[in-house]
């Protein structure tokens, strides 16, 4: 089971058909997360010591989720959830009430088609290989997308058969409450008539499991609209991602494989950006590598290592992380953890996720530490 904590905080939207009448439930859920953050060289080369705000394992949210049982295999489901920063009490997500999730789906046999605002398919395709998760330091330090990717607008299918999932996305307009989905994006509303491909969004999974191992492959591509933007988040300003045709593009292949209480997983992620001015097209690739050991029934150690190039942005970083996580009960857990991120010369990578205000001076080398304790109901 704690293999899987981060598909746990993602939601679990992927419901089991074939319920009986009895099993038609509406579920109330979530977690809080937070603890105390040391950052070096923030916003300069002092330290920073803060309580962040976006997250520490996994982001804070709570939730409600339902299923209704229509019979022959097939049901209803649903789900609506909201982020919230625990060290203030704010909606996250740009303010949204229901910022992580609001989509309502039919399951049948043959999987779950849903509607909505929801996970994509880069989501679901790192669930697994990358066990860190949205963690503070994690190789969403260098993306933010790929903590939770997810888009407004979108009609999602998602099927398994004989170990073999298959799932898609379409979004008509991938940002329609103008608060921007990651930062330092800018917003991209979309859904205008006369303009099928401004700010829509597709992404497609191809994914294998087994009892030990699993393999997934996965391509995103985000269309650009007015005020739209795209950031390296390595220092170097965003670019503008305004034309209609100009396309935001992650892609990764990755794979996972347990041996009794290890687990191991790594893979590529590739970004590609190309705009209406060839000079503003850039691409970066990631390598990551990592493992998680159950050493005691109530003790498990992670552990990450990172590797970004841009080479047209001569932008490159290494990180490498560690994390412990002692189980007080099975909702309850604290945690203590660090990163350290190596910038080159002209690179300001940032270790930290937690909130803004942690972007080192070019060059700069950084480190995190974070003790945090979560609960779950």
Same mark, same amino acid.
């Given at each position: 089971?704690k293999?899987?904590? #981060? ?6 939207? /992927? ?14 859920y ?7 953050e040391y %950052? ?5 080369n ?10 520490g394992e %996994?982001?804070?949210?709570? +939730?409600?989720?339902?299923n209704?049982?229509? +019979? ?15 060290n ?17 789906g ?13 996970y ?10 990358n ?5 503070i330091?994690s ?9 939770v990717a ?7 299918y998602?099927?398994?058969f ?44 191809? $994914?294998?499991?087994?009892?030990? #191992? +699993?393999?997934?492959? *996965?391509?995103?591509?985000q ?18 991602? *305004? !034309?209609?045709m100009? $396309? ?6 990755? !794979? ?7 687990k191991? +997983?790594?893979?590529?992620?590739g ?10 097209e ?30 047209q ?16 009960? $099975?909702?309850?857990?604290v #945690? /203590? ?8 010369? $002209?690179a300001? #990578?940032? %270790? ?20 945090? %304790?979560?609960?779950?109901?």
């Amino acid at each position: 089971m704690k293999f899987h904590v #981060y598909r746990g905080a993602l939601g679990v939207t /992927l419901l089991a058909s074939g319920y009986a009448h009895a099993a038609d439930y509406v579920n109330l859920y979530g977690i809080i997360d937070t603890g105390i953050e040391y %950052v070096s060289h923030a916003s300069g080369n002092s330290g920073l010591v803060r309580m962040p705000n976006l997250t520490g394992e %996994v982001p804070s949210r709570w +939730g409600i989720r339902g299923n209704e049982e229509l +019979g022959a295999g097939f049901s209803t489901v649903f789900t609506l959830e909201s982020g919230f920063n625990s060290n203030n009490g704010s909606l996250g997500q740009g303010g949204r009430l229901f910022g992580r999730q609001a989509f309502v789906g039919l399951q049948t046999p043959y999987g779950l088609l849903s509607f909505g605002r929801q996970y994509n398919m880069t989501t679901w395709a790192l669930a697994d290989a990358n066990v860190l998760g949205p963690n503070i330091y994690s190789i969403s330090s260098v993306d933010p997308y790929l903590a939770v990717a997810r888009s407004d607008n979108a009609i999602a299918y998602k099927g398994t058969f004989r170990g073999l999932t298959f799932g898609a996305t379409y979004s008509f307009g991938r940002d329609s409450a103008g608060t921007g989905n990651t930062p330092a994006q800018g917003t991209c509303v979309g859904s205008a008539a006369g303009h099928m491909s401004r700010c829509s969004q597709w992404t497609t999974m191809l $994914k294998y499991d087994s009892a030990n #191992y +699993g393999l997934a492959a *996965a391509y995103d591509v985000q269309h650009g609209g007015p005020n739209a933007a795209v950031s390296f988040f390595n220092g170097v300003p965003p670019t503008p991602l *305004a !034309g209609d045709m100009d $396309k935001d593009v992650h892609a990764t292949i990755n !794979g996972y494989a347990i041996w009794g209480s290890l687990k191991i +997983g790594g893979g590529w992620i590739g970004r590609y950006v190309t705009t209406e001015a060839p000079s503003a097209e850039v691409r970066y690739n990631m390598f990551f590598a990592n493992a998680s050991y159950q050493i005691t029934p109530a003790f498990m150690l992670d552990g990450q290592l990172v590797r970004m190039l841009n080479s047209q942005q001569d932008t490159r970083a290494i990180m490498a992380i560690v994390r412990g996580t002692y189980s007080l009960s $099975k909702r309850t857990a604290v #945690y /203590l953890q660090s990163g350290y991120l190596a910038n080159s010369a $002209k690179a300001s #990578y940032t %270790v930290s996720v937690g909130g803004g205000g942690t972007t080192p001076p070019q060059g700069a080398n950084q480190l995190g530490v974070m003790a945090g %304790v979560r609960t779950a109901f």
